[in-house]
């Protein structure tokens, strides 16, 4: 399921739901007052017990309830794509389905202890946002339909909070990332992370819609190990635009490489080794497992909570744990915490968590990430030619930009510069299949492309030493150089004219134009 929001918005009478679908919100509304009451409700006092008992709370139970928020909610989206596809009644059928879904799952949280309610309530309101922006409604139309659940929500602000209580980021409040949990719902927009929403939103939407774009045709890499581990796809991508823009072959200063950015040594350590031939940090796939099995690692020690993960994962885990036992219970927006980290993890963190938030959430902001056909197919090549020379016959069909990028990502075992044999087989965007047997067959202008490839930039005269021996004069030095004068040489090593005496022994700088 794309969460692009390139498409034009429908209204509910265009789109076959007739208006059919917001009386039964209204119902789920209800509903969740009901839920919101019986939660409310104080617990019959519970029989006396020795000491140490306790209510016992079922873990495994309460995770599934929650990862049913999650498959109900992609139902509910499968059927708004429907209904925009033209099947109206299927798309219907589908969304009643996840409601139904959703409410059953709602009805057994209130009833489970441990289990909060607030979670399906925060479920309501976003079924009903994606329903608003598919149907097109305006505004006022939006709110009023936000304000059914937030009712039952008890949506309101802190009685008796002061402002240095809702002051961010003295305040400690996490992100936990727990299984079944949906990371929309839980990203505090708080002042740093506003902060980084604006940047994302300004100066950084060119990187933000380039990642977004080298993401689509990456996502079949990559996102498979994130929803095998049960983590939020949204995460992945934040990480991957704030750390390379979704570049395969980004190195950094600090040698950090590949799409997630892992350094040498923590790279081997979960798995990613290579040979002078290829760099395993650069594979997609297998970067994004090590990924995985980082995340999950730093998770467990700190607790589920997100933010340390991050700041363990861009400002080292050694230091996290340092300022975690140091200050414990405390959380990454606490000024023990925050001010104690470098101003790149500082920034970072926030950074991570507003890129989640608008993969989530674009239209908020008014943001419109383009639509990508991202299925993946091959060519097989018919003439030797090399990835920019392809990139070059290929021009920019469906992609202004071009294809350079995209290819190298989709090839990342594939010098750029290196000409492939025919019939070799190279990973392209399906669309590109047939544009590549029109255009790439083109004998004169795969011709001038070639001589493109085989241009070099020029290159400046490289110096080597000389010892001067007996019987050299400057004049038969400079000859042999075959790139300089007698005056450009006697310059070039302080010998003075119009003698240009020369001693045995003596080191001259030589250019050289080979």
Known sequence: MQLATGERHLHPARSGLSGRLWPRLGLLGLAALLLQACASTPPAAPPSSTAGEALLIDDARINALYERIGETTSTFQAGLELVRAGSPEGGEAAQNQALDGLDAAARECAETPGCESQRFFAAYRTLIRLQAFSAGMDSAERETADLAVSASEGEHEPVGASAAETRLPEIERGTRLLRGRDLRELIVLNEPVRAALDDWLTWMRPQLIESWINYQYLRADM?????????????????????????????????????????????????????????????????????????????????????????????????????????????????????????????????????????????????????????????????????????????????????????????????????????????????????????????????????????????????????????????????RSRCTSVRELAALNGIKPPKYALKVGQTLTLPTCS
């Not at 992945?236 to 823009?245: G, M, N, R, T, V």
């Not at 040498?264 to 990924?291: Q, V």
């Not at 639509?371 to 992609?399: K, M, P, V």
């Not at 025919?422 to 011709?447: I, T």
Request: hydrophobic share 40%.
């Open 223 to 479: 996102a498979p190990a994130y929803a095998e581990a049960g983590l939020p796809e949204a995460l992945l991508f934040a990480i991957l635009a704030k750390e390379s823009a979704g570049r395969v072959h980004a190195y950094s200063r600090a040698g950090a490489a590949g799409p997630l950015q892992f350094m040498p040594a923590t790279g081997r350590r979960y798995g990613l080794g290579g040979d002078a031939s290829f760099d395993e940090r650069l594979d997609p796939a297998k970067a994004t497992r090590a990924n995985v099995a980082y995340i999950n690692d730093q998770l467990r020690i700190f607790n589920d909570n997100l933010e340390l993960t991050l700041a363990a994962y861009n400002g080292g885990e050694n230091r996290m744990k340092r300022l975690a036992q140091r200050h414990p219970g405390r959380g990454f927006w606490s000024d023990p915490i925050f001010f104690a980290l470098p101003t790149e993890t500082r920034d970072y963190v926030p950074k991570v968590l507003a890129a989640a938030y608008l993969f989530l959430h674009p239209a908020e902001f008014n943001l419109e990430f383009p639509l990508i056909d991202n299925q993946i197919g091959s060519i097989e090549l018919t003439r030797r030619a090399s990835l920019g020379e392809i990139a070059i016959c290929l021009g920019q069909t469906h992609l202004p930009s071009g294809w350079f990028r995209t290819l190298r990502n989709l090839n990342p075992r594939v010098s750029p510069e290196e000409r492939l044999a025919v019939g070799a087989r190279l990973r392209v965007p399906s669309k590109l299949v047939e544009v590549y047997a029109d255009r790439c067959q083109d004998s004169a202008l795969m011709q001038r492309v070639a001589s493109l490839h085989d241009a070099r930039h020029p290159q400046g005269p490289r110096t080597i030493r000389y010892v001067v021996r007996r019987g050299d004069t400057l004049a038969a030095i400079a000859k």
